[in-house]
């Protein structure tokens, strides 16, 4: 057996479970050394209360500048949903507030809204709303409140062709100008137009102002994969934008693309995966930065291997290392993906996502410097693995990672562990 930070680990344990999670198993082994001296403790996982109703569902994490923890999600109302959120301040939390509430939101397991806090104190939320009777047919809609929730402006919806598409997969961030917002999508507004041959989805910007106006629409690159979730983290060198690319040859590895001061870089790719799939995996990337020191985790499953990846940059997202194999598929269970990040003060990248086994599934949890040296957990052993779970997120709060999901039921629930963790 190998002690690293007072958990015991088999020798083969990650390989048993194809996680592959451990490096170095004899005594005096340089990687397991290290482990000890750079990487976090896991502690137990415990159970969170949950501020949410019975039915809720898609539940969305941010980290508030006070280190509280803001959750948003949706909850089912007698003539529609409503969006709603509470902020985690300690071990309590406030009073659920409702940003919107309408019986036409377009609910989906995979594209989910969020509430943030941007500088100015501003509490800024997205949402998506149906715009026709097609199933695909639904819009962007942002919102801000300056009074802590009470109370919201009018919706906006950023992008300006109103064709009935789909839009979503939004990500937002903090604007160039106080009280500012910025915001990216995928777009699916070529599927409108009957010269498009082939129609492809497209990532596409814009910048809404604290007075409302809109500005900076922009096209961020033409083509990407249909229905993967976008990710964005602030580095010093500006925005970095995570997504899932698409080549006319069905390639669907994840790019980036990157804001500075001359603008929008072109679409680079972190790492030619090689995935070659005819349909969208429904299975988008996260990052995180830190400085400028950048982590992207993503799924593949590239050469029929599915497994979850992690790359650091170390130029604010201007290139990328070569990645490291965070899990992979072995006799038993194989990764599921729908990952989360989250970086340390220290640069440590803390990595969850779903392993299937025995039918049912597992939340996972690993620690990664750029190194490769790695620590793991198992969050939840037993979970259900379908889309009613979602996509469990994660949130990094002091001495904490806390995680939600949705639990499928009648009615279903959001459920909530917090994980502890020494940093050093």
């Known amino acids: 057996m190998t002690v690293i930070r007072g958990y015991r680990w088999a020798c083969g344990l990650g390989l048993s479970l194809g996680l592959s999670l451990l490096s170095g198993c004899g005594p005096g082994d340089g990687p397991a050394d290290r482990l000890s001296a750079l990487l976090p403790q896991f502690g137990q996982a415990v159970a969170v209360e949950s501020p949410a109703g019975p039915g809720a569902g898609e539940p969305w994490l941010s980290v ?27 071990d309590v939390w406030e009073p659920a507030r409702t940003v919107v509430s309408r019986a036409d939101l377009f609910v989906n397991w995979a594209d989910f809204p969020s509430v943030i806090r941007i500088p100015d104190g501003s509490l800024v939320a997205h949402w998506l709303q149906r715009t026709g009777p097609d199933t695909y047919a639904y819009g962007v809609q942002l919102a801000r409140s ?13 992008h300006t062709d109103e064709t009935q598409t789909e839009h979503g997969f939004a990500s937002l961030f903090a604007g160039s100008a106080v009280g500012a917002v910025r915001t990216v999508w995928l777009d699916g507004r070529n599927y409108a137009d009957p010269a498009a041959d082939p129609a492809f989805m497209t990532l596409r910007h814009a910048e809404i102002a604290a007075d409302g106006s809109l500005s900076a629409e922009a096209e961020l690159d033409p083509r990407t994969c249909d229905c993967c979730q976008t990710s964005a983290a602030a580095t010093e060198g500006g925005i970095v934008v995570a997504y899932r690319g698409r080549t006319g040859d069905e390639i669907r590895d994840i790019r980036v693309v990157r804001s500075t001061a ?18 969208c995996p429904v299975n988008g990337p996260a990052i995180d930065a830190n400085g400028s020191l950048v982590a992207v985790a993503w799924f593949t499953a590239a050469n029929d291997s599915p497994r979850v990846m992690l790359a650091f940059s170390k130029d604010s997202g201007e290139s990328f290392e ?34 299937e086994r025995e039918g049912t599934a597992a939340l996972m949890l690993a620690a990664l410097d750029p190194d490769g040296s790695r620590s793991g957990t198992t969050v939840v052993p037993q979970l259900d693995g379908g889309r009613a779970t979602g996509f469990p997120r994660m949130a990094l709060r002091g001495d904490e990672v806390l995680f939600a999901w949705t639990e499928p039921g009648d009615p279903a629930r ?3 562990v917090g994980v502890p963790l020494e940093l050093d």
């Open 262 to 279: 001359t603008g929008w870089t072109e679409p680079s790719v972190v790492h030619d995966d090689g995935w070659v799939i005819p349909s």
């Open 322 to 355: 070569s990645p490291i194999q965070v899990a992979g598929s072995g006799e038993i269970g194989r990764s599921l993906g729908r990952v989360d990040l989250a970086l340390t003060r220290d640069g440590v990248a803390l990595v969850s996502w779903l392993h």
């Open 414 to 416: 959001i459920r909530l």
């Open 64 to 90: 508030e500048p006070h280190g509280g923890v803001l959750m948003s999600w949706l909850e089912p109302t007698e003539d529609g949903n409503a969006l709603r959120f509470s902020v985690l301040n300690g």
């Open 146 to 158: 300056t009074d802590g929730g009470q109370s919201w402006s009018a919706p906006i919806t950023p």
